[in-house]
C-alpha cells in the first residue's frame, strides 16, 4: 500500500519561502464543477492514516503507485482529487462498499523530489463530497462524487456553541506546549462552525479513528457539539498531565535545593572544623563496630557494609537498608550473658512455690542444674518439649524455671506460622526485609543464654511458602544451633547456649524428624486430689486477691471445693476450674460491696446456690449385683471414669453387635472377648449351639462421648459370661485390661487415673494386670488404703473375683441339631431370666 504521511513543517528561512510559494501554486487550481446533475468525476488517491479537512493545508511525503500517477494527472489537468479512506470500522460506519461514503476534494501542489527517493507535496483540502461510485480500471481509481453543501446560518445557540469550543480551545492551547499560540487567534478570527471545527480537530491530538468520524459528520452544529465533547475530555488530561509534571517539577526542585543547602553546610561545618553530619555519623558507627564484642565474621560483614554506606550519597535509596543491617548486628547479644544460679536446693523451693505436682518435670529441671553445677567439659542445653492438654501448667512452668535459673524468659507463640521465612526470615534484596522471629526475640531477650520457650510447636502449618518445622530443625538440633544462619543477616548466630522448650498438647502432628530431636516430657491432667491442692494454694488466693476480698474473709471448704471440681469442670487443667472460684469470689464481693451479709464458709449448698445446677454428673457405681452389667475404668484427658458395660442377648441369627460410639481398637477388643467366649463354652457350661440362634448387643452408655483402647477387653468378656451363664456381677468390683484369644491379661496405661476414678466412684476393689503393679507407686497411699487391688494374668482369675459363684441354670431354649428335622416352636420364653437389661 501506498504511504502517505504528514511533514513536520519545521526548517530554516529558505524552507519557509518555498513553503509559502507552493500554498500560493494552490489557489491557482480551482473547484472542480459540476454537471447538470451536480456530480463531479476527479482521480481518486487512498488516504491511509490521514484524514484532510477543508480549507487546510499539510505537507505530505509520497512513494511511487497508483496515489502518485493519480496526482500527477490532476496536476497535469489542473484539477483536484478525491480523497479516500478505506473502511476499517464497521460498527461505525455501516454504508456499503470498500471505501467510506464521505470523501474529501483537495488539491496538491508542485511535487518535489526528497531524499529518499520518495516526493513531497503540499495538499490543501477544499470540500467534504459524498462518494458516489469508484471506477478502479485504470492504473488509478477515479471516483464520482456528489459536493455536500455546508449551511453557514449562525444562530444564538450554534454562536454560544462556538464561543464554549473557542474558551475549551484556549485552555488547551495553554497547557499543550504541542499547540503554537497562534492556533488561538486563528480560532478566535474564524466564523463558520463548520471551519472552526475542522481547524480544532486538525490541531489536537485525536486518533484516526477520531478524525474520519468527524469528517463523516455533515452537519455542522452536530460535529461542533462533537468537537467540544472531545475538547473537554483533552482538557482533562491535559490539567492531570500539568498536576502531575507540576508536583514531579516541585519535587525536583525541592531536591536541588535540599542538595544546595546540604553541601552549603558540609562547606560551613568543613570551615568550623566539625565536619559532616553524614561523616561523623558513619564515624559513630565504626567506633560502634570496633568497640562490640563482635565475633570476626559478625565484625567482618558490618565493616564492609559501612564502607559501602561512606561510597553512597547520603540520600541513596539503599542507605537505610544498610543502616537498618549495621542496626541489628550491633543489637544482637553475641555476647553478652546472663549467669546461672546452680543452687538446686533454690531452684528446688522456686518450683515447688508456683507449681504442685508436676514430678517429673521438676526432676528433669534439678538433674540439669545439678549437672551444670559440676561444670562438665561439654556443656549441652536440654531442648524439652512439654506434652499435656491445655491448662496442665506447661507455659507457666517455663517461666518458674528461668527464675529458678536466673535466665531471661522469652516466648515465642508458633500457633499458626505457615510462612518458613517467620523463621528464618527474609532476604535483604525484599522491600521492608526483617530477620525471623527467633532472632528478633534474641534481640529482645538481651543476652545468649535466655530460656527460650517455643508454645504451641504441635500448632505449625506448611504452605507453598515452605515449612517452618524444617527451618526448625536446625534451631533445635545441638549439633547445629551453635552456627544458625538467619537469611537477613547471612551470618552464623550461637544458640547452644539457649534453653529451649516447647510446648504442645499432642504429638501427632510433629513431624517426626522435629520430635527426634526433643526430650519428651508428659504433663498429664490433674487428678482430682491434685486439683483441690491447687486450688487451696494458688488459685482461692490469687482469686480473692483479685475480687478485693481479704485474707481470712472468705474460706471454701473442701467438699464445696470438691462439688466444684467435680460438677462444675470438666477438663485436664485447672482454667475452668479457676473460673469457677473466680465467680464464687465475685457473687462473695459484690454482697461484701453492698453491705449485705455474705458467707464465710462456702459450702456444697452455697455453691450450687451461687454457680446453679451442676453442669456435669459423674457416672456412679452400680447399686445392686446385676447379670451382663460390668464396670470398666477409663482413662480420658480429663482424669479417670468409670464405664459400665452392658450386655444383652436375644433370640436371633448369631450376630454380634456393639454400640455407644466405639472405636476399632475397642470393637475388635469386643471380638476377642467374644472369641475367648466361646472356646470357653464347655467349661462355662454353655451349649455351643446356643450361639447359631442368639444375638448379642454390647453397648457402652453416654453413647455421644466416643471411646476407644483395648483396655475394656476383660470387663467385656465378663459381661459375656455372665449374660450367657447368669451368674451376676459383684457391684463393687471395677477391672481394666486387655484380652487375649487365650484369656491373658494384658497391662494397659493411665493406671494412677483410673485407680482415683475408681476410688472417686466409691468401688472397692478393682482387677487389673499384674504387669501394672509397678505403677502403683505413683498412686496415693490414701487412695490404696481404702481399695484393694487385685493383680491377674488370665481370665479365669477375673472370673473368680467378679462374678457369683456358678448356681443351677434355667432350662434355655432347645435347639434342634438334626437338619433332616424341622424345627419345632420355642418352648421356653426368653424372658425368663435368661438375659439382663441395665
Not at 749 to 768: F, N, P, T
Not at 824 to 838: F, H, I, V
Amino acid at each position: 500500500m501506498d504511504d502517505w504521511n504528514t511533514g513536520n513543517g519545521n526548517g530554516n528561512d529558505d524552507y519557509n519561502a518555498a513553503m509559502h510559494q507552493r500554498t500560493e501554486e494552490l489557489y491557482r487550481i480551482p473547484n472542480a464543477v459540476s454537471d447538470d446533475q451536480g456530480i463531479i468525476e476527479l482521480p481518486g488517491v487512498v488516504l491511509t492514516d490521514l484524514v484532510i479537512f477543508p480549507r487546510l493545508t499539510l505537507p505530505v511525503f509520497l512513494t511511487a503507485g497508483p496515489n502518485l500517477l493519480a496526482i500527477e494527472e490532476a496536476q497535469e489537468n489542473m484539477e483536484p482529487v478525491i480523497g479516500l479512506m478505506k473502511r476499517e470500522w464497521e460498527l461505525d460506519f455501516p454504508e456499503s462498499g470498500k471505501y467510506l461514503g464521505i470523501g474529501i476534494e483537495m488539491v496538491v501542489g508542485r511535487l518535489l523530489s526528497v531524499a529518499d527517493g520518495n516526493s513531497s507535496a503540499l495538499v490543501q483540502g477544499r470540500r467534504r463530497v459524498e462518494i458516489i461510485e469508484v471506477l478502479e480500471d485504470g492504473p488509478f481509481p477515479r471516483v464520482r462524487a456528489r459536493v455536500v453543501e455546508e449551511a453557514i446560518r449562525v444562530t444564538r445557540r450554534v454562536d454560544a456553541l462556538m464561543r464554549t469550543t473557542r474558551d475549551l480551545f484556549e485552555r488547551c492551547v495553554q497547557l499543550d506546549r504541542s499547540l503554537p499560540e497562534e492556533a488561538h487567534l486563528v480560532a478566535m478570527n474564524i466564523n463558520e462552525p463548520g471551519w472552526l471545527s475542522d481547524m480544532i480537530c486538525t490541531s489536537i491530538s485525536l486518533s484516526i479513528h477520531e478524525r474520519q468520524k468527524l469528517l463523516m459528520i455533515v452537519d455542522p452544529e452536530e460535529r461542533l457539539k462533537r468537537v467540544n465533547w472531545l475538547l473537554a475530555q483533552e482538557l482533562d488530561v491535559l490539567q492531570l498531565e500539568d498536576e502531575i509534571q507540576t508536583r514531579v517539577q516541585s519535587e525536583v526542585d525541592r531536591s536541588q535545593r535540599e542538595f544546595y543547602l546540604r553541601e552549603q553546610m558540609k562547606a560551613i561545618q568543613t570551615e568550623l572544623g566539625e565536619g559532616d553530619i553524614w561523616t561523623r555519623e558513619i564515624n559513630e558507627l565504626k567506633e560502634k563496630i570496633q568497640t562490640a564484642e563482635l565475633p570476626a565474621e559478625a565484625k567482618t560483614a558490618a565493616l564492609k557494609e559501612i564502607e559501602r554506606l561512606n561510597q553512597m550519597p547520603q540520600m541513596a535509596p539503599e542507605v537505610g537498608i544498610i543502616r537498618t543491617y549495621l542496626d541489628w548486628i550491633l543489637e544482637l547479644p553475641w555476647n553478652t550473658a546472663t549467669e546461672d544460679n546452680l543452687d538446686v536446693k533454690h531452684a528446688a523451693k522456686i518450683l515447688d512455690n508456683y507449681h504442685y505436682g508436676l514430678g517429673k518435670a521438676k526432676d528433669r529441671i534439678l538433674e540439669y542444674i545439678a549437672v551444670r553445677s559440676l561444670k562438665p567439659k561439654k556443656d549441652r542445653q536440654p531442648i524439652l518439649c512439654f506434652v499435656g492438654p491445655p491448662g496442665t501448667g506447661k507455659t507457666s512452668l517455663g517461666r518458674s524455671i528461668a527464675e529458678a535459673l536466673g535466665r531471661k524468659f522469652v516466648r515465642l507463640s508458633l500457633g499458626g506460622v505457615r510462612d518458613e521465612a517467620e523463621i528464618r526470615g527474609h532476604r535483604r534484596t525484599y522491600i521492608g526485609a526483617l530477620p525471623g522471629r527467633i532472632l528478633q526475640t534474641m534481640r529482645r531477650a538481651g543476652s545468649i543464654n535466655p530460656l527460650f520457650m517455643l508454645d504451641e510447636i504441635d500448632k505449625l502449618g506448611a504452605d507453598f511458602r515452605g515449612d517452618p518445622s524444617a527451618a526448625l530443625l536446625e534451631v533445635l538440633d545441638p549439633e547445629q544451633n551453635n552456627s544458625f544462619s538467619d537469611h537477613y543477616l547471612e551470618l552464623s548466630f550461637d544458640l547452644s547456649k539457649v534453653m529451649f522448650i516447647t510446648t504442645a498438647n499432642s504429638v501427632s502432628t510433629i513431624p517426626p524428624a522435629l520430635l527426634d530431636r526433643m526430650e519428651l516430657i508428659e504433663f498429664p491432667g490433674y487428678i482430682e486430689e491434685e486439683k483441690v491442692e491447687i486450688a487451696r494454694r494458688f488459685l482461692i488466693p490469687r482469686q480473692m486477691e483479685e475480687s478485693g476480698l481479704d485474707e481470712g474473709e472468705m474460706t471454701i471448704q473442701e467438699p464445696a471445693l470438691r462439688k466444684i471440681v467435680r460438677e462444675y469442670t470438666y477438663e485436664a487443667g485447672v482454667r475452668n476450674l479457676e473460673r469457677e472460684i473466680g465467680r464464687t469470689c465475685r457473687k462473695v464481693a459484690r454482697m461484701k460491696s453492698e453491705k449485705k451479709k455474705f458467707p464465710r464458709f462456702i459450702t456444697p449448698s452455697i455453691v450450687e446456690k451461687f454457680l446453679g445446677p451442676p453442669e456435669f454428673l459423674l457416672t456412679e457405681a452400680e447399686r445392686t449385683d446385676e447379670v451382663g452389667v460390668a464396670t470398666a475404668i477409663a482413662w480420658t484427658e480429663n482424669g479417670g471414669e468409670i464405664m459400665p458395660v452392658e450386655v444383652l442377648i436375644m433370640e436371633g441369627k448369631g450376630n454380634l453387635q456393639i454400640t455407644g460410639q466405639v472405636g476399632e481398637v475397642m470393637q475388635e477388643s469386643a471380638q476377642a472377648a467374644f472369641s475367648y467366649l466361646k472356646s470357653r463354652c464347655r467349661e462355662l457350661d454353655i451349649d455351643p449351639g446356643e450361639f447359631e440362634h442368639l444375638d448379642i448387643h454390647i453397648h457402652i452408655p453416654e453413647g455421644a462421648i466416643p471411646k476407644d483402647g483395648p483396655s475394656a477387653g476383660i470387663t467385656i468378656a465378663t459381661s459375656l459370661i455372665s449374660a450367657f451363664t447368669e451368674r451376676p456381677i459383684y457391684k463393687d468390683v471395677g477391672m481394666t485390661g486387655e484380652i487375649t484369644l487365650r484369656g491373658r491379661v494384658l497391662p494397659i496405661g493411665g493406671l494412677k487415673e483410673k485407680i482415683l476414678a475408681a476410688h472417686r466412684s466409691g468401688l472397692k476393689r478393682v482387677i487389673l494386670p499384674e504387669r501394672n503393679i509397678k505403677d502403683l507407686v505413683d498412686v496415693p497411699k490414701k487412695v490404696l488404703s481404702d481399695i484393694k487391688v487385685i493383680p491377674v494374668t488370665h481370665m479365669d482369675q477375673v472370673l473368680d473375683v467378679a462374678l457369683h459363684p456358678p448356681v443351677e441354670r434355667k432350662q434355655r431354649l432347645k435347639i434342634e441339631t438334626k437338619k433332616t428335622s424341622k424345627k419345632s416352636p420355642a418352648k421356653d420364653s426368653l424372658t425368663e431370666g435368661s438375659t439382663t437389661k441395665a
